[in-house]
Nanobody, 122 residues
Framework: EVQLVESGGGLVQAGGSLRLSCAASGFTFDDYAIAWFRQAPGKEREVVSC????????YYADSVKGRFTISSDNAKNTVYLQMNSLKPEDPAVYYC???????????????WGQGTQVTVSS
């Protein structure tokens, strides 16, 4: 079975950092892209970043450029999202999502992880 397991969420202070991990299993990791979505209360889910597991091509939403970094460790079938300079608008449930990297971003999402909560304190 396809499994995407997020970890690393928690409570951080504004301006602080957090690293999320997505451990993938049940499929050929480097055949797909992995995206990070987030959903805050009352907001729609939005993609914040994605990466092609095969060649490392990346995409970032404008809101996180320069602050977040996505990376992959194919040997561990794991994708990371390093989040720096966290802002009050960043708190949300963050989801690891399987997709495909198309041109400069990701699409064709099919499997989602359970999500991990990121909370930013003032």
């Amino acid at each position: 079975e396809v499994q995407l397991v997020e970890s690393g969420g928690g409570l951080v202070q504004a301006g602080g950092s957090l690293r999320l991990s997505c451990a993938a299993s049940g499929f050929t990791f480097d055949d797909y892209a992995i995206a990070w979505f987030r959903q805050a209360p009352g907001k729609e889910r939005e993609v914040v970043s994605c990466i092609s597991s095969s060649d490392g091509d990346t995409y970032y939403a404008d809101s996180v450029k320069g602050r977040f970094t996505i990376s992959s460790d194919n040997a561990k079938n794991t994708v990371y999202l390093q989040m720096n300079s966290l802002k009050p608008e960043d708190p949300a449930v963050y989801y690891c999502v399987r997709g495909e990297f198309v041109h400069v971003g990701c699409s064709l999402y099919d499997y989602w992880g359970q999500g991990t909560q990121v909370t930013v304190s003032s």
